[in-house]
């Protein structure tokens, strides 16, 4: 089977390694000009010249990344299967359509508004109260395109920095700690879960992810599948879909939805019985869905600017180094390193270890290291 990749980044190439022992070939389609995928057949398409030939050369066709044009998934879709739907893309390209749905399903979310100038941005974080967090409608990831309001006067310099023409507003969260939830849909419906993962954030970047999330009360993992069986079924969604939420003491919040694999679902690949990528794969492909089940505990590290000492880190034993063959810039997803661990509190250890060789590496926070 062919399958065809909209985009031709890292997690495109983390998608064919998984796709290959399953007897799968690749073709990515790539709009942006700069591919780091690495592997494969790429088509460089600024243009659209070459969409035909890239729907003539795959059987089924997904994407890797959510920020391309509804239209040419559509386009794609008259002719082979696009899994998962345009439906999806739209309603997470568009944050006001996202929490809408999410608000129709049942899904908690944190108060909010929609401002289309300085004036009701002001308005917004008044009637709200502050702080609030105002968001670009569209567009936008990894913190970008957003702004904390401390004061309804901040609003002109939050409206300016911003730069678009409408933005969500939403009341500031007080949350515990940062989670998501991974699952995946198969083409009959079939579902699995992921456990939830504990996320840490550095400068609007993902850095850290441990899975299962200690301390999570049983509970609290099974509100989060019901909330994302909702979008999947909603969706008739096939793939692996990604729901970004805020543990709080009232319960969980969702933020934002990924129609996609997602950086903190990393661990999987050594850390569950099979890993996102894998099981995305067995979806589009029509295959049954392979176990969600950790393999002990893990700790995804992303690494961000820099690749530090890399050998150093491939002489631990329970570390796994992925990189992605970019070249270095601040701000900019390198590789990731997967620390394996049989308890929580050995895999502190680890982490330490293994994040001291990674310059500009923020100090390991998380509620394992909140004891007292």
């Not at 010249?49 to 990344?65: A, G, K, N, P």
């Not at 879709?77 to 893309?89: D, F, G």
């Not at 309001?149 to 730069?163: D, Q």
């Not at 176990?291 to 820099?306: D, F, K, Y």
């Amino acid at each position: 089977m062919r399958i065809g990749v909209l985009g031709a980044g890292q997690l495109g190439r983390m998608l064919a390694l998984a796709g290959y022992p399953l007897a799968k070939t690749f073709v990515f389609y790539d709009m942006s000009g700069s591919p780091s995928a690495g592997l494969g057949e790429v088509i460089i398409d600024r243009d659209g010249q070459y969409l035909e030939d890239f729907i003539s050369r795959v059987d089924r066709v997904t994407y890797e990344f959510e920020h391309l044009p509804v239209d040419v998934a559509e386009r794609i879709a008259k002719e082979k299967p696009v899994h998962p739907c345009p439906r999806a893309l739209q309603v997470c390209q568009n944050r006001e359509l996202e929490k809408t749905l999410f608000g129709e399903l049942g899904i908690p979310t944190p108060q909010w508004k929609i401002a289309d100038s300085a004036e009701s941005l002001q308005a917004a974080a008044e009637e709200l109260g502050c702080p609030v967090v105002a968001k670009s409608n569209t567009e936008g990831y990894d913190g970008k395109g957003q702004a904390v309001l401390r004061s309804p006067e901040e609003a002109a310099t939050a409206w300016k920095s911003i730069g678009h023409p409408r933005l969500i507003v939403e009341k500031f969260v007080d949350f515990r700690r940062e989670v998501s939830i991974v699952a995946v849909r198969a083409e009959d419906g079939e579902l699995a879960f992921y456990p939830i993962a504990e996320n840490a954030h550095h400068e609007g970047i993902l850095r850290y992810s441990i899975a299962p999330a200690p301390k999570l009360e049983k509970h609290v993992q099974e509100d989060a599948e019901r909330y994302i069986k909702a979008l999947l079924n909603e969706l008739n969604y096939v793939g692996v879909l990604t729901l970004e939420l805020f543990e709080t003491a009232e319960g969980l919040v969702a933020n934002e939805m990924a129609p996609r694999v997602h950086n903190s679902g990393h661990w999987s690949i050594e850390g569950a019985m099979t890993s996102q990528f894998e099981n995305h794969i067995r979806a589009v492909s029509g295959h049954p869905l392979g176990s969600t089940a950790p393999r002990g505990v893990s700790c995804m590290i992303n690494i961000i600017a820099e690749h530090g000492d890399i050998e150093r880190i491939l002489e631990l034993p329970y570390a796994h180094v992925h990189l992605y063959n970019k070249g270095e810039r601040p701000g900019r997803k390198l590789g990731h390193v997967t620390v394996l661990a049989d308890s929580y509190e050995e895999l502190v250890w680890r982490v330490k270890n293994c994040a001291q060789f990674l310059p500009g590496c923020p100090e390991f926070n998380s509620t394992l290291t909140a004891r007292g």
